[in-house]
């Protein structure tokens, strides 16, 4: 087993959505929880975030991409309630050697953990 295919597999273990999309906007990898979750498909791989986001997300999109790129690191945090459900869902830069190399995405709801 590679080391890509353990970190993989560690990351189905957990409980809540983690998602990966590379700094050209690419969605490269999801968890089994964004899968059961009903919200991603093994299609969506290499689709780009913009084709599988709702048009009013694209600022949002395109402000976290650009604030990574000049050198932000803390993540972004949004926290939700509907019916409810609290739900939290944070983006975090990617960043390897100091290059950004993408966002990491978790959908937590608090409640079920």
Request: net charge positive.
């Amino acid at each position: 087993m590679t080391s890509e295919e353990i970190y993989k597999a560690i990351l189905d273990l957990l409980p809540f959505r983690v998602e990966y999309a590379d700094e050209d906007m690419i969605e490269r990898f999801f968890n089994q929880a964004s899968v059961d979750s009903g919200k991603r498909k093994p299609s969506d791989i290499g689709r780009h975030l913009f084709d599988c986001h709702k048009p009013e997300s694209r600022k949002m999109i395109e402000r976290m991409y650009r604030e990574f790129r000049a050198g932000r690191r803390e993540p972004f945090v949004k926290r939700k309630v509907k019916n409810g459900r609290t739900k939290v869902v944070t983006w975090y830069p990617a960043v390897v050697e100091g290059k950004f190399k993408g966002i990491v995405e978790t959908i937590i709801y608090p409640d079920d953990i």
